[in-house]
């Protein structure tokens, strides 16, 4: 019997000013989708089921952005993504530019379950989830008062437009500054941190049959173009599963992909032969070049792993034999 | 050292009696493709200029699935998508859902160079492409009598044709070849570097015979159907679904980076690993070395290396290994 481990992640890059009452808010939503999937882990639910409920729960909470609370486009609107990977077979399922479904996430189960296909987007994705009868809502219901403002924000800001690579004038990027008194300059997907929604969710579990799963749900970066994919679905880069571990990832996007972070704490575990929280660093160390993420990960034998190169990750793990932990920043 | 590149026109279950009509103008389409790359490569353009025009030439062939050509949707409309990937720098761009654009793969490369993104789809890329001024053409362009009957043949086959994981209820697993014997075909792609040891790699497709509207395949998933590194650049092509999961592109590099193997073992395990008949690529190494390898019967495919070393070939010769067609050059 092997035993069940869970990890659950609301982003990567978090303004190190959040006020106190916004940061005991993230962790009480992170305790409590926690709490449900263990719930569900120690009740002998799979891996596959419990990522996807527990991303859920995740996507439904305003707090995060993903589902309701979602980032918005320079339009306005709403499109979400989300994944999902079975570790056993190494199925999966995709979506993006979806904009009225519910929950994103299990649109991905049923893509991976249901359709011939691994991804679908947009309309086909919308006509998909209409074919399978899922909850859908007017796009009013993911947008948030808290969005509206901060898209406000990030247009003066006048970012995102412009090659993020480059820092702002006078600025410096995320990590360099971390720890610094001053962090008006930090600057993350091209947003200054105290714009920039992190808030992408995700979950990696292992149950007691030792099958792995993650999923990945997000409304993408504030003031984004229409159209844009970020690596939230895509497989092996935001999200990844197979034999060895499940790996669910968040932060700047482009360098996720650059970098096919998911899948590379997988090889590096397969190829390498490392254990789950060395392959994990070394991801993060060797892997990201100048762009700013985290991920979480469970081994198959039940270990839990988590890592980022940025300010702050909101997180949560729990492990079979009692460990849990809820937490933001290092 | 030196130059090198490959270029493949798809890979599948081809029959050896595939007509004429429909062998020659893709052999002589990898043909003057080959010769067009190396020609770049030997006036020492840059590796991503290379893939990108040899992509762009392949995509104007009507006898591909790409661009002009392209393979349609349920709906009956073409929705194609392209990735490039720069391998020093590990630039990449993609796109998905295109439906005016001429070149798929140049607006590709736009995204990489122009936006602070990597991956526009559906109408935000179709709107990205007129702010850039791309060439577009009306939907017709693309849509050729070949493929209006590979649709209507498929619909009448009531098949889903890509749906081999799960057979339809009151089916038996299908594996039959389709009607024309290569519909599964056609995606292009094109790896190369260069003298300077740039590596680049470009993929792009019309996606499968009615697959449905908004589906995505590998070839624009970064780590699927195309990557490249500091070390080799892989373009991919076969069951899209499979390409996804194997993560077969990043895969073969990973084995190099990770494992140490050389290329041509990096991509034999990798095409090994996935199940026969879905599977083929084309790479070059940073040292100069080509590998051309799938698990399917057949590869459209072609190479060729500043030593001199050039081939172009479909089926691959009986008694090549258990693990399907390999072709496999080394640069000395």
Same mark, same amino acid.
Not at chain 1, 155 to 160: D, L
Not at chain 1, 190 to 200: F, K, Q, R, V
Not at chain 2, 81 to 95: F, P, S, Y
Not at chain 2, 196 to 205: C, D, F, I, R, V
């Given at each position: 019997?092997?035993?069940?481990?869970?990890?659950?992640?609301?982003?990567?890059?978090?303004?190190?000013?959040?006020?106190?009452?916004?940061?005991?808010?993230?962790?009480?939503?992170?305790?409590?989708?926690?709490?449900?999937?263990?719930?569900?882990?120690?009740?002998?639910?799979?891996?596959?089921?419990?990522?996807?409920?527990?991303?859920?729960?995740?996507?439904?909470?305003?707090?995060?952005?993903?589902?309701?609370?979602?980032?918005?486009?320079?339009?306005?609107?709403?499109?979400?993504?989300?994944?999902?990977?079975?570790?056993?077979?190494?199925?999966?399922?995709?979506?993006?530019?979806?904009?009225?479904?519910?929950?994103?996430?299990?649109?991905?189960?049923?893509?991976?379950?249901?359709?011939?296909?691994?991804?679908?987007?947009?309309?086909?994705?919308?006509?998909?989830?209409?074919?399978?009868?899922?909850?859908?809502?007017?796009?009013?219901?993911?947008?948030?008062?808290?969005?509206?403002?901060?898209?406000?924000?990030?247009?003066?800001?006048?970012?995102?437009?412009?090659?993020?690579?480059?820092?702002?004038?006078?600025?410096?990027?995320?990590?360099?500054?971390?720890?610094?008194?001053?962090?008006?300059?930090?600057?993350?997907?091209?947003?200054?941190?105290?714009?920039?929604?992190?808030?992408?969710? *995700?979950?990696? &579990? !292992?149950? @007691?049959? #030792?099958?792995? /799963?993650?999923?990945?749900?997000?409304? =993408?970066?504030?003031?984004?173009?229409?159209?844009?994919?970020?690596?939230?679905?895509?497989?092996?880069?935001?999200?990844?599963?197979?034999?060895?571990?499940?790996?669910?990832?968040?932060?700047?996007?482009?360098?996720?992909?650059?970098?096919?972070?998911?899948?590379?704490?997988?090889?590096?575990?397969?190829?390498?032969?490392?254990?789950?929280?060395?392959?994990?660093?070394?991801?993060?160390?060797?892997?990201?070049?100048?762009?700013?993420? *985290?991920?979480? &990960? !469970?081994? @198959?034998? #039940?270990?839990? /792993?988590?890592?980022?190169?940025?300010? =702050?990750?909101?997180?949560?793990?729990?492990?079979?034999?009692?460990?849990?932990?809820?937490?933001?920043?290092? | 050292?030196?130059?090198?590149?490959?270029?493949?026109?798809?890979?599948?279950?081809?029959?050896?009696?595939?007509?004429?009509?429909?062998?020659?103008?893709?052999?002589?389409?990898?043909?003057?493709?080959?010769?067009?790359?190396?020609?770049?490569?030997?006036?020492?353009?840059?590796?991503?200029?290379?893939?990108?025009?040899?992509?762009?030439?392949?995509?104007?062939?009507?006898?591909?699935?790409?661009?002009?050509?392209?393979?349609?949707?349920?709906?009956?409309?073409?929705?194609?998508?392209?990735?490039?990937?720069?391998?020093?720098?590990?630039?990449?761009?993609?796109?998905?859902?295109?439906?005016?654009?001429?070149?798929?793969?140049?607006?590709?490369?736009?995204?990489?160079?122009?936006?602070?993104?990597?991956?526009?789809?559906?109408?935000?890329?179709?709107?990205?492409?007129?702010?850039?001024?791309?060439?577009?053409?009306?939907?017709?362009?693309?849509?050729?009598?070949?493929?209006?009957?590979?649709?209507?043949?498929?619909?009448?086959?009531?098949?889903?044709?890509?749906?081999?994981?799960?057979?339809?209820?009151?089916?038996?697993?299908?594996?039959?070849?389709?009607?024309?014997?290569?519909?599964?075909?056609?995606?292009?792609?094109?790896?190369?570097?260069?003298?300077?040891?740039?590596?680049?790699?470009?993929?792009?497709?019309?996606?499968?015979?009615?697959?449905?509207?908004?589906?995505?395949?590998?070839?624009?998933?970064?780590?699927?159907?195309?990557?490249?590194?500091?070390?080799?650049?892989?373009?991919?092509?076969?069951?899209?679904?499979?390409?996804?999961?194997?993560?077969?592109?990043?895969?073969?590099?990973?084995?190099?980076?990770?494992?140490?193997?050389?290329?041509?073992?990096?991509?034999?395990?990798?095409?090994?690993?996935?199940?026969?008949?879905?599977?083929?690529?084309?790479?070059?190494?940073?040292?100069?070395?080509?590998?051309?390898?799938?698990?399917?019967?057949?590869?459209?495919?072609?190479?060729?290396?500043?030593?001199?070393?050039?081939?172009?070939?479909?089926?691959?010769?009986?008694?090549?290994?258990?693990?399907?067609?390999?072709?496999?050059?080394?640069?000395?």
């Amino acid at each position: 019997m092997a035993r069940w481990a869970i990890a659950i992640h609301g982003g990567a890059g978090v303004d190190p000013n959040l006020p106190e009452s916004r940061q005991d808010e993230a962790k009480r939503v992170l305790a409590r989708c926690l709490q449900a999937g263990v719930d569900m882990l120690r009740a002998g639910a799979s891996a596959l089921d419990v990522v996807e409920a527990v991303v859920r729960e995740l996507e439904t909470d305003p707090f995060f952005n993903s589902g309701r609370g979602s980032a918005l486009t320079r339009r306005g609107t709403v499109e979400m993504e989300a994944s999902i990977m079975d570790g056993r077979g190494r199925r999966c399922g995709a979506v993006s530019g979806v904009s009225t479904v519910k929950n994103p996430v299990s649109l991905a189960r049923r893509v991976m379950d249901k359709s011939p296909h691994s991804y679908l987007a947009f309309e086909g994705a919308e006509e998909f989830a209409r074919e399978q009868g899922l909850e859908t809502v007017d796009n009013s219901y993911f947008i948030t008062e808290d969005n509206v403002g901060m898209l406000k924000l990030a247009k003066e800001a006048g970012s995102i437009l412009f090659d993020y690579r480059i820092p702002l004038a006078g600025t410096d990027t995320c990590s360099a500054l971390a720890g610094a008194d001053n962090h008006k300059g930090m600057v993350m997907n091209g947003l200054p941190i105290s714009i920039y929604a992190p808030e992408t969710v *995700g979950c990696a &579990a !292992v149950d @007691s049959s #030792g099958f792995t /799963a993650a999923a990945t749900s997000t409304g =993408g970066l504030m003031n984004k173009m229409t159209g844009r994919i970020g690596d939230s679905p895509l497989i092996g880069s935001g999200t990844y599963a197979c034999g060895a571990c499940a790996v669910s990832c968040t932060g700047e996007g482009e360098a996720i992909i650059r970098s096919t972070l998911a899948r590379d704490v997988a090889a590096v575990m397969e190829y390498k032969g490392l254990p789950l929280q060395e392959a994990v660093d070394y991801c993060v160390k060797e892997r990201l070049d100048e762009g700013f993420a *985290g991920l979480i &990960a !469970v081994s @198959s034998t #039940g270990e839990v /792993a988590y890592g980022f190169n940025c300010t =702050g990750m909101f997180r949560g793990c729990a492990t079979e034999d009692g460990f849990m932990e809820v937490g933001i920043w290092e | 050292m030196g130059w090198a590149l490959a270029l493949h026109g798809g890979a599948g279950d081809v029959p050896r009696t595939l007509p004429p009509e429909l062998r020659e103008p893709r052999l002589a389409t990898l043909r003057r493709c080959l010769d067009l790359g190396a020609a770049a490569l030997r006036d020492g353009r840059t590796a991503l200029d290379v893939v990108e025009l040899v992509v762009r030439e392949l995509e104007d062939c009507p006898h591909f699935n790409a661009g002009r050509g392209s393979v349609l949707t349920a709906a009956g409309t073409v929705e194609m998508e392209a990735c490039v990937m720069e391998g020093a720098t590990l630039r990449c761009g993609a796109v998905s859902g295109l439906s005016t654009v001429a070149n798929a793969v140049s607006l590709a490369r736009l995204v990489m160079e122009r936006t602070p993104h990597i991956y526009l789809a559906f109408d935000g890329a179709e709107a990205f492409a007129r702010d850039q001024g791309v060439e577009t053409k009306d939907p017709s362009h693309f849509i050729t009598e070949h493929n209006i009957e590979r649709l209507r043949q498929a619909k009448e086959a009531n098949r889903v044709q890509i749906d081999y994981t799960q057979p339809l209820k009151g089916q038996q697993a299908q594996k039959e070849t389709p009607a024309d014997g290569n519909s599964q075909t056609g995606t292009v792609g094109c790896v190369a570097v260069d003298a300077a040891g740039n590596l680049a790699t470009a993929t792009s497709t019309g996606g499968l015979v009615n697959k449905m509207a908004g589906r995505i395949g590998d070839t624009p998933v970064v780590g699927a159907g195309t990557y490249a590194n500091a070390l080799c650049a892989v373009s991919a092509t076969g069951k899209g679904e499979e390409i996804i999961r194997h993560t077969v592109a990043r895969d073969v590099a990973a084995l190099m980076e990770h494992r140490g193997l050389p290329l041509r073992d990096a991509a034999k395990r990798v095409v090994a690993g996935a199940p026969r008949g879905t599977v083929g690529l084309v790479a070059v190494s940073r040292g100069g070395e080509v590998c051309m390898a799938h698990n399917t019967t057949a590869m459209f495919r072609a190479c060729a290396t500043e030593a001199g070393h050039a081939e172009v070939g479909i089926w691959t010769d009986a008694g090549a290994g258990a693990d399907g067609g390999e072709s496999v050059s080394a640069a000395l």
